[in-house]
């Protein structure tokens, strides 16, 4: 059985940094490509970053472009996103996915999804 759990979302003040975590397991996880994925309330659920099997190509949406890092370990079997210099449009669920081909941001094509953890970014 797949889980992905989702942590690390906080309250946070604009201009502060937060590190998001997502722990798989019930999969083999470099085998897979993870993407994080973002959705605030009454809007679609938008493609954050994204990080191939091996860790090499990264992937970003423009409105995060050079603050925010995605990585991973591939022996812990987990995906980080490092957000800095965050804003009260950050606000939103944050979602990690997995899926076995390359990064999409179709959200769509991933095949397994966590909970989410909730970022809240005050003014």
Do not use: H
Not at 32 to 46: I, L, T, V
Not at 91 to 109: F, Q, W
Request: some cysteine; glycine content about 12%; aromatic content about 12%.
């Amino acid at each position: 059985q797949v889980q992905l759990v989702e942590s690390g979302g906080a309250l946070v003040q604009a201009g502060g940094s937060l590190r998001l975590s997502c722990a798989a397991s019930g999969l083999t996880f470099s085998s897979y490509s993870m993407g994080w994925f973002r959705q605030a309330p009454g809007k679609e659920r938008d493609f954050v970053a994204g990080i191939g099997r091996s860790g090499i190509n990264t992937y970003y949406a423009d409105f995060v472009k050079g603050r925010v890092t995605i990585s991973r370990d591939n022996v812990k079997n987990t995906v980080y996103l490092q957000m800095n210099s965050l804003k009260p449009e950050d606000t939103a669920v944050y979602y990690c996915a997995v899926r076995r081909g390359v990064v999409s941001t179709e959200s769509v094509l991933y095949e397994y999804w966590g909970q989410g953890t909730q970022v809240t970014v005050s003014s």
